[in-house]
């Protein structure tokens, strides 16, 4: 199981590893240099992916240390796709959206079987 909360003083700082205590690469870094990689008109939905994981995965942390709840790697993955299916068709400033991105609702219980 990945260990999303360590005993250690958690921020958002420290989330998006924007002062890294180890010298890891920082989170902003990575996402500027990233997105350069992506064509220009995909940007906004690349941006409003990346918010979305660490959003959620920014609202896990909260779950598991004040209401003591945690979900399964599989099934915040999960809540996440449906929340990227949910973003993209909302109304996010663009009249083309869906070129921006084009999320399906995948169920993935099939992985559970096997």
């Known amino acids: ?4 909360v360590t005993q250690e003083s958690e921020t958002i700082d420290h989330l998006l590893h ?16 990233s997105r350069k990689r992506v064509p220009k008109r995909l940007r ?3 941006d409003t ?9 920014w609202n896990e942390r909260n779950n598991r240390v004040f209401k003591f709840q945690a979900l ?18 909302g109304d996010f400033g663009k ?8 999320f399906k609702p995948y169920n993935q219980s099939h992985w559970l079987r096997r």
Do not use: C, D
């Open 95 to 102: 009249k083309e959206k869906k070129k921006y991105m084009s």
């Open 1 to 4: 199981m990945t260990i999303l």
């Open 72 to 89: 399964q790697p599989v099934a915040l993955s999960q809540e996440i796709i449906n929340e990227a299916y949910l973003w993209s068709h």
């Open 44 to 46: 906004p939905g690349f």
């Open 49 to 57: 992916l990346l918010i979305l994981v660490a959003w959620r995965i």
């Open 18 to 33: 924007i002062n890294p205590p180890n010298g890891e690469l920082p989170y902003a870094s990575w996402w500027l240099r």
